[in-house]
Nanobody, 121 residues
Framework: QVQLVESGGGLVQAGNSVGISCVGS????????MGWYREKPGQEREWLAS???????TYAQSLQGRVTITRDNDRNAVYLQVHSLKPEDTALYYC???????????????WGQGIQVTVSQ
């Protein structure tokens, strides 16, 4: 079994920053790419950022430089910081990971449970 557990969201004032964590556990042998997505009300899931195991990050243009993704391979963790928050950043944020389980069958895609970030004015 593999689980991705997110934490760190909540209600945040506009202009501030928010940090979100995602920690994998279970029968994990290796994790390749990890990333973050979000779903705004009534919209499709939007890709925000991805990071390779060595730490090479890519970002969606829509965030306009306001997002930072990092990871800690020793903790099977990926982190997201969103800066200069705007009300339109309000969304359910999901982490993603491509994971090879201990059975070493194939890499599979896993998702966190989603965590709410609400930005108030």
């Amino acid at each position: 079994q593999v689980q991705l557990v997110e934490s760190g969201g909540g209600l945040v004032q506009a202009g501030n920053s928010v940090g979100i964590s995602c920690v994998g556990s279970g029968n994990i042998f290796n994790i390749r790419n990890m990333g973050w997505y979000r779903e705004k009300p009534g919209q499709e899931r939007e890709w925000l950022a991805s990071i390779t195991r060595p730490g090479v990050a890519t970002y969606a243009q829509s965030l306009q430089g306001r997002v930072t993704i990092t990871r800690d391979n020793d903790r099977n963790a990926v982190y997201l910081q969103v800066h200069s928050l705007k009300p339109e950043d309000t969304a359910l944020y999901y982490c993603h990971a491509s994971i090879l389980m201990t059975n070493r069958d194939a890499y599979k895609e896993f998702w966190g449970q989603g965590i709410q970030v609400t930005v108030s004015q």
